[in-house]
């Protein structure tokens, strides 16, 4: 399921991993002047002989800088399986040809494939290797622990040739004024990324280890990176993880010590939709913090302090930047009056500097005031915004410990405000407020809070955004969709998939910037072809024209129609069921093109009996019924549950991943779930529950208003 922020193309990428080929003159002379490759030894090594493997790789491993990119690093140990399922530790002695050498005290079997980091444990047979990818890592600077699979090519004397190839990917994640007392960093994804994997396949161009691997499906779904001692004084900090290859709805990370407020106060949540192939190097958005930037109180907690009578931290907002700020709104609930919670002040200059001016000042009630006039009166600004209102008449008492999110973007000119306020009661969390608007501004942007009544407990502060280097070497490459779209046996016309979603400019050295969609217009009459592989459209950015790549995949069938025109949601089936049985369940992923018009709009969920006649069907949209009056299901809120934005729902539905879920309990009862996620990331679910069945049930779908890509 959903980023901020990115995969990397699979084109652009091979030329990355090209251009950063280390290939040391030692290796090239060696191979270059090598005889007829004798065949690899597999009878074993005379004792006390000593044996030198030469490695050469693609690209990565296993310290990193921006000058030389990736090498071997001294002293790094390797793990080299023989004949007899054990593992033979390698040290490197010449860090800079990538030589590692080993002396045999006995009789040693063949030396049939090597791994790197080394490796712990044995296996079973040759054809039965096992690699693991470890719940937690050491910390060493600018180490990226990369799993390379190598497998012998040819030998000769003291030498024998290894090939090695990524058989994963790495995530890059760097933190920028990482706290005092920190002791260590964690990363957790949707999908599992540690565990013990048997690897299938002969050479090392051959194996790969993917996520959807069933030997990982007893493995988890985080890892964990730990310092030698907690930091004394805040620094910089990169932090790589290897992640198998395939598609991931998300990532979550935050570091973690001696403080409990620090894994709080960093963490970090990236929806998307990411695609990650074996070699590559994601670089999520470097988080930064300030040095004192969480947590604390803003004002007296009795919400006894008045208008302006305390303020935050003010945080200033560079162009290309996101200040993201989380809190806890408190407030005094006085007379019932809706001001008495937070006021967000954007301002030219930090409070207490001068010359201060202010270009906007907002209440969490949706007004506010420009030293042009009030919010209302500046012609066009309330218009440009949202205001979803959800909490309607009880706002007051929602509004007090609900949890605020904001975010400002510094656009070129453009602040870009969003916030969402969810009220604390579990029961009331999907009475969700938003907020939105943009705002063309002149000067600097900061952003800080003041209390009427009220008080505010800060705890998230920090920054996301792409910031260039300058060097040489980075330059821009091109536009392209950081979102993937699917296709099956049609074409898919620009009218139907609307516009490409999640634009980023891409630079040479991995790092993107997510641009404003709103700014591309795309030239009408293109489609996307039922193709896999990257697809160019063209559009005009600024006046200019430009090309943008989105990335395109193939489904395994499809259903509803390529107009979005099927208003009869039972003439267009999925045309494969399957059947669940009894304990079981069934999930099936779908990307979902729609046309929006209603609530209803996508795909429908249909339970029917072992012998395939109709039970019940499910909209995604808190509605279901029987299909022939057979089976009785009580469609009341006793039975279903969900936390959808009715008000934001219809917009969000295009491009969207959604996987139903069809479980079997007992063979008497049934629910079905769906799990939605927006191409922003943004993620819902609905749940019908006590749907009466009687032994197997068979599970598939139907299209209303929609076309629908089955992927999984």
Request: charged share 20%.
């Amino acid at each position: 399921m959903p980023n901020p922020k990115a995969t990397i193309g699979n084109k652009m990428e091979e030329l990355k991993m090209k251009k950063a080929l280390y290939l040391t003159a030692a290796i090239l002379a060696f191979a270059g002047c090598a005889k007829e490759p004798a065949a690899t030894s597999t009878n074993g090594i005379p004792e006390g002989k000593t044996v030198n493997i030469v490695a050469s790789l693609d690209g990565l491993k296993s310290t990193y800088n921006k000058t030389d990119g990736f090498a071997w690093r001294s002293a790094e140990n390797i793990s080299v399986g023989t004949s007899d399922g054990q593992y033979v530790d390698f040290s490197c002695t010449d860090a800079e040809n990538g030589v590692f050498t080993h002396t045999f005290t006995g009789t040693a079997p063949g030396l049939l494939l090597a791994v790197s980091p080394a490796q712990n444990g044995s296996f079973t047979s040759a054809g039965n290797y096992q690699v693991t990818l470890p719940e937690e890592y050491s910390f060493e600077r600018r180490t990226t622990n990369a799993l390379l699979i190598g497998t012998p090519e040819s030998s000769e004397d003291d030498n024998v040739r290894f090939e090695f190839r990524h058989a994963a990917a790495l995530i890059r994640v760097t933190y920028q004024n990482v706290p005092e007392g920190t002791e260590g960093f964690w990363f957790e994804t949707d999908k599992p990324i540690t565990g013990t994997v048997t690897l299938n396949g002969t050479t090392a161009e051959e194996i790969e280890i993917k996520n959807d691997n069933t030997a990982l499906a007893s493995g988890k779904t985080g890892v964990g990176i730990r310092l030698a001692e907690a930091l004394e004084d805040s620094q910089d900090m990169t932090f790589y993880i290897p992640v198998p290859t395939g598609e991931y709805g998300w990532f979550k990370m935050n570091l973690w010590g001696t403080d409990s407020n620090i894994a709080v106060t960093t963490s970090k949540y990236i929806g998307g939709n990411f695609e990650i192939a074996r070699g590559q190097v994601i670089e999520l958005p470097t988080v930064t913090l300030e040095d004192d930037f969480a947590p604390y109180t803003v004002g007296a907690t009795d919400n006894t302090t008045a208008w302006w009578g305390a303020h935050s931290q003010s945080y200033q907002v560079p162009e290309g930047k996101t200040l993201h700020l989380e809190f806890y709104n408190y407030s005094s609930k006085s007379n019932n009056e809706t001001w008495h919670n937070w006021t967000a002040v954007f301002s030219t200059v930090a409070l207490g500097q001068d010359p201060y001016s202010e270009h906007l000042a907002l209440r969490a009630d949706y007004w506010g005031w420009t030293p042009a006039g009030d919010f209302n009166t500046v012609a066009g600004l309330r218009e440009k915004g949202t205001d979803t209102n959800l909490m309607g008449d009880d706002f007051v008492n929602l509004m007090d410990g609900a949890y605020v999110t904001m975010s400002l973007k510094n656009d070129n000119g453009v602040m870009r405000f969003k916030s969402v306020s969810t009220p604390a009661a579990e029961s009331d969390k999907a009475k969700t407020r938003t907020i939105t608007f943009d705002m063309e501004i002149s000067g600097d942007l900061y952003l800080f809070l003041t209390t009427d009544l009220s008080h505010f407990g800060i705890n998230k502060v920090w920054y996301s955004g792409y910031k260039a280097e300058e060097e040489e070497d980075i330059t821009f490459v091109g536009y392209r969709s950081g979102y993937k779209y699917y296709v099956y046996d049609t074409p898919l016309s620009l009218d139907v998939i609307g516009t490409p979603k999640r634009i980023f400019a891409w630079y040479s050295n991995g790092t993107t910037k997510e641009l404003t969609a709103s700014d591309f217009a795309f030239t009408a009459g293109q489609t996307l072809a039922a193709t896999e592989g990257d697809q160019v459209f063209t559009a005009t950015y600024k006046g200019e024209t430009v090309n943008v790549t989105i990335p395109v995949k193939k489904g395994k069938e499809a259903f509803g129609s390529t107009t979005l025109t099927t208003d009869n949601w039972y003439d267009s089936w999925q045309p494969t069921g399957h059947d669940v049985a009894v304990g079981a369940s069934l999930t099936t992923r779908y990307f979902v093109y729609s046309k929006c018009g209603e609530n209803y709009h996508g795909p429908y969920a249909h339970v029917n009996d072992a012998s395939w006649k109709g039970l019940t069907v499910f909209r995604w949209d808190n509605w279901g019924w029987n299909d022939d009056g057979s089976t009785a299901w009580d469609n009341t809120d006793a039975n279903k549950e969900s936390n959808w934005n009715w008000e934001t729902m219809k917009a969000y539905q295009n491009h969207c991943l959604t996987d139903i879920t069809w479980t079997n309990v007992g063979g008497t009862t049934a629910t079905v779930r769906y799990d939605v996620a927006y191409w922003n990331g943004e993620t819902h679910y609905q749940l019908y529950k006590n749907i009466n069945i009687n032994g197997g049930i068979c599970a598939n779908a139907a299209a209303d208003c929609c076309y629908v890509i089955v992927i999984e």
